[in-house]
């Protein structure tokens, strides 16, 4: 429990013990800390994920030439704006974020950050930055621009979140009166590779799950490589995650496409081969909730590496050869073939040395063959490829509101 209510439940139960009439004027007047002022602030994503992202102690002296510690955050790519051509998406679709237009008007806009985000800011520096301001002074860092577009409760009461602001610019973690909510999904909860969505993406099916609309404020999680060494991710709204809350996904390289967007990817350039262990949901005006996983970050493939082959046709026995392209130290094998909507069993085909060997049966025939090959330490890859048919274009007609084909095709 927050250290303010555990103060202010104490005083209340005291004053009550003591004086019953006095013991509401007692209780409100615990819940007031005069060292600090409460109000709310927008917050672009640098500034608020780097006190999630990192340990920040508090400290009210107002340093107008420190450095900006979350300039690397702001970098293009990084924690910057989310661009977005979808209107339904960045306008007011998630209600914990800010956003304005294109600045060309085509329509689309950004989401900038956590919108009315409850920020604590010590009387002290307050003061200090407004003298600045007033002043006309400038800071290297955030301070003054946070103070500026400040704003303070209209009832001084000690909120059940908030963030801290300090001299630097920087703001510490969220400090919440209410204890995240633990769950254990583990043992339900996999990992999938290269999906509409990104390179890497975890589905949490779990009642405690934020709204994705209302209250999902942000989401970090936590990876482990090898060595045991721990890191941190921020997520971003219409990027990373979605209405859906349970849904979350990133890019690690450069270019991955979806809903015409590019997601951003230098913040996960480290995270291959690293073991995501928890998911942690800011919620806003709530408890957060935080997820144990146990999901691996299979190393991506280059580009050009994979499966290549060239199509045959179709006839009992017949064969297409592939040739791979794979890291040395990989051990792939064929997890499935589908043939259109249907997963063929070891009895309609067999597959060694590289060959697939397609038997006539009724699962089989002309059409796309889809094979996915799966390894430990990379990537799932797919290839698809046609079983075509010996007939040509002379041999098959339509007459007669029906498709023809010849005797001498060999098809009844």
Request: aromatic share 10%; hydrophobic share 35%; with cysteine.
């Amino acid at each position: 429990m927050n250290k303010f209510l555990k103060k202010a439940i104490a005083t209340g139960l005291a004053s009550a013990m003591a004086v019953g009439c006095c013991a509401v004027s007692a209780q409100e007047k615990s819940a007031v800390d005069s060292n600090y002022i409460f109000g709310t602030v927008d917050l672009p994503y640098a500034d608020y994920y780097y006190g999630e992202l990192n340990e920040v102690a508090e400290n009210p002296e107002l340093q107008l030439n420190a450095e900006d510690k979350a300039d690397p955050l702001r970098a293009e790519g990084v924690l910057d704006a989310v661009s977005s051509a979808t209107t339904s998406k960045w306008k007011g679709g998630y209600g914990t974020s800010y956003f304005g237009e294109h600045e060309n008007g085509d329509g689309g806009g950004y989401i900038y950050g956590v919108a009315k985000c409850p920020v604590a800011i010590p009387k002290a520096l307050y003061d200090s930055a407004k003298d600045s301001i007033s002043k006309g002074e400038t800071a290297r860092n955030s301070v003054l621009s946070i103070v500026e577009g400040f704003t303070a409760n209209d009832e001084q009461t000690v909120p059940t979140e908030y963030k801290v602001l300090n001299g630097d610019g920087t703001l510490t973690e969220m400090k919440d009166s209410a204890e995240a909510v633990k769950v254990d999904v583990s043992d339900k909860t996999a990992i999938e590779n290269n999906t509409k969505y990104g390179h890497y993406q975890i589905n949490i099916d779990d009642e405690n799950l934020p709204q994705g609309k209302v209250d999902m404020q942000g989401v970090v999680i936590e990876a482990v490589d090898a060595s045991g060494e721990t890191s941190k991710y921020a997520l971003l709204h219409l990027d990373n995650l979605w209405f859906q809350s349970g849904h979350i996904a990133w890019a690690a390289v450069d270019g991955f496409t979806t809903h015409g967007n590019t997601l951003k990817y230098k913040q996960f350039a480290d995270i291959q081969g690293k073991t995501v262990t928890k998911v942690r949901y800011i919620v806003s005006n709530g408890a957060d909730v935080e997820y144990k996983v146990n999901c691996f970050c299979k190393y991506l493939l280059q580009g050009g590496q994979g499966y290549s082959a060239e199509n045959a046709e179709f006839a009992d026995g017949a064969e297409i050869k592939f040739t791979p392209n794979l890291p040395d130290d990989s051990s792939y094998k064929l997890a499935s073939v589908t043939h259109g909507n249907t997963v063929l069993a070891e009895t309609d085909y067999t597959f060694a040395d590289n060959t697939l060997k397609v038997k006539a049966t009724e699962n089989t025939g002309v059409g796309t063959y889809s094979l996915v090959f799966t390894d430990d330490k990379y990537v799932n890859t797919n290839i698809s490829v046609q079983f075509t048919s010996a007939m040509t274009a002379e041999q098959i007609r339509f007459a007669d509101n029906k498709i023809v084909i010849d005797e001498a095709a060999g098809v009844s």
